[in-house]
């Protein structure tokens, strides 16, 4: 009897223990629908966002008092839109404002920090957002968001840094973002060093309508205990130019 209660409350804990947590990744495009030049729908974003009923979202291409759109302060305003808290890492300096990421979350950021990526080659400068999320079972998650450089010699170096960083970390770690590069592509080899990304299910992301390339990812550290619940790219054409990457995942 005493067997049987040790194995029932020790499943009762592993139960209770885990949790599965709803992240998404998306590159918004500063909110322009690509079917309408110059039109801002911030709406339809914080939409997919509510209706993906995501925990955790990492979004790239977030616009901060910028006139093209329209002066918005967008990272606070998804995150009124959603309900979420959030945290803003800027990439770069645009007219007044700023240009860079955003990591939103419904549980609470205990812990936020923002890295400048390395930059070999002269480009338009980039970052790595990291927040540290405690879950509702207690169990604390860090959370990476980012939008990697458009020339190689560049992501190469950003991932190194990234798998440099990652290793420091004992905690499940998540990777989300653009990172500009193809499956089979040097840089995402690089992070497939200290990551795992589903091979199963993973489909392209890009352009919004008949899409052809697989460039936004959702990635777990390989010291995550974790199972894949769902892997899936969202049909929705309308908002960005890219379409959003939502996964499923739970941790033990």
């Known amino acids: 009897m005493k067997t049987f209660l040790t194995i029932f ?30 039109f801002i729908d911030l709406k339809a974003i914080a939409k997919v966002i509510n209706d993906a009923k995501a925990d955790v979202v990492g979004i790239q291409e977030v616009d901060i008092k910028v006139s093209r759109s329209e002066m918005q302060n967008q990272a606070e305003l998804l995150a009124e839109l959603t309900g979420m808290d959030y ?38 400068n980039r970052s790595l957002a990291i927040v540290d999320v405690a879950l509702p079972n207690g169990k604390v998650i860090s ?23 990652v290793d420091l970390y004992s905690r499940p770690f998540i990777l989300l973002g653009d990172l500009n590069a193809k ?7 690089i992070l497939e060093e200290q990551f795992v990304r589903n091979t199963k299910t993973n489909k392209p992301t890009s352009p919004n309508v008949n899409p052809r390339n697989e460039i936004d990812y959702i990635m777990l550290s390989k010291n995550s205990k974790f199972s894949w619940i769902k892997y899936e790219v969202i049909s929705e054409e309308y908002a960005s130019d890219h379409l959003p990457l939502l996964a499923e995942i739970e941790f033990e």
Not at 9 to 33: D, E, K
Not at 99 to 124: A, F, Q
Not at 151 to 158: A, G, P, T
């Open 143 to 165: 959370v990476a968001n980012t939008h990697l450089d458009l020339k190689e010699e560049n992501r190469i170096e950003q991932v190194e840094y990234i798998n440099e960083t």
């Open 183 to 189: 499956p089979d592509s040097k840089p995402i080899q």
């Open 87 to 124: 945290y803003f890492s800027k990439g770069i300096n645009l007219e007044k404002g700023y240009y860079g990421t955003l990591i939103l979350s419904k549980h609470k950021i205990v812990g936020k920090r923002r890295y400048d990526l390395p930059m070999p080659v002269k480009s338009e």
């Open 9 to 38: 409350f020790t499943f009762c804990f592993m139960v209770i223990s885990a949790q599965t947590v709803r992240i998404l990744t998306y590159n918004i495009h500063h909110a322009n629908p690509p079917s309408k030049p110059g």
